[in-house]
Structures are given as C-alpha cells and as structure tokens.
C-alpha cells in the first residue's frame, strides 16, 4: 500500500513538473496513476460493489464538469473546447483521479484543487512564461500532498466515505 502511494506521488509530481516546464505531458503516465489509483482505492474499498458505485458517481461528476465547461466554451465563448478551455492532459487526470477516492471525498478533493489551482495560478501569474493555466500540474501537486498526507495519517482516512 505505502509502495503504490509513493510510486502515485510519484507519477503526480511528475505530471506536475512537466505541465509546469512545458505545458506537455507524457501520455502514459495518465493510464499508469489511474492504475495505481485505481488499486489505492481498490485496496481500501470493504466491497467491490460499493468501489464500483464510487468509480461510477466519481466519473459522471467529471462528466457533468467537463459538459458544463464544453457548452459555455461552445456556446458562450464560441470557442474550441480542447486546448482552449482545457487541455487533453486536464481531461485525463480528472478521468484518472476520478479513480482515487469514494465519491464524498474525491468531491471535496477535486473543488478544493480547482480552487488552489486558481488560487495559486493568480498568485503566480506574473512569473509565468505561460499564459495558459496548468491546471493538471496544480491539480497534481495538490492530490500527491493529500497522498502524503495518507501516507503519514491514518486519522482521518481519505478513504472512509
């Protein structure tokens, strides 16, 4: 378990360093956090039902964000959804975080990254090279802190609800 948060901190911190050099991500580290993940969460989980409605009700959150951030992209902005609004990196970490916790609080992880990522991108935007948000970079260093946090933590566990 400790083995499979450290190599997930691991693939976090690296999205993250390189969403910040280059605002390009390898494409395979997405499927490999998913997959460890995924197993975090699978390791914890009572029973395979209720870790199967959480991946579920997880995943149609993701949706209906990312429906919503498409239709005012499209129809107010009037623009491209991809590489506008949101990058393919962003859309595949929400997907692959999606498989980390039960749904209580992967909702309140996810808010609470969207609103750090926020945060921290107007603190640091005028030392930026970038205009753009790196967003699945924010996110990441965000989620490896709360595997950090696990890692060192076991009251109160993420993985409860």
Sequence with gaps: MVLLKI????????????DFK??????????????LLTSIHFLYSPLTTIYFYHILLNL????????LVFLYTRLVQKKRFVDHSLGLGDI??????????PT???LILFT????CSLIAFFALKGRSAHATIPLAGLMGLF???AIGYSLFFEHPSLYIF
């Excluded at 280059?22 to 997959?35: D, H, K, N």
């Excluded at 595949?92 to 916790?101: D, P």
């Excluded at 609470?112 to 609103?115: A, E, V």
């Design 7 to 18: 190599l997930a901190i691991l693939a976090l911190s690296f999205i993250a360093f390189q």
């Design 22 to 35: 280059e605002r390009r991500v390898f494409w395979f580290l997405f499927p490999l956090l998913a997959l």
């Design 60 to 67: 149609l959150a993701v949706l209906l964000v990312l429906t």
């Design 92 to 101: 595949l970490l929400f997907i692959g975080l999606a498989m980390a916790f």
């Design 104 to 106: 209580v609080t992967f």
């Design 112 to 115: 609470s990254s969207l609103f």
């Design 143 to 145: 989620f490896s802190m």
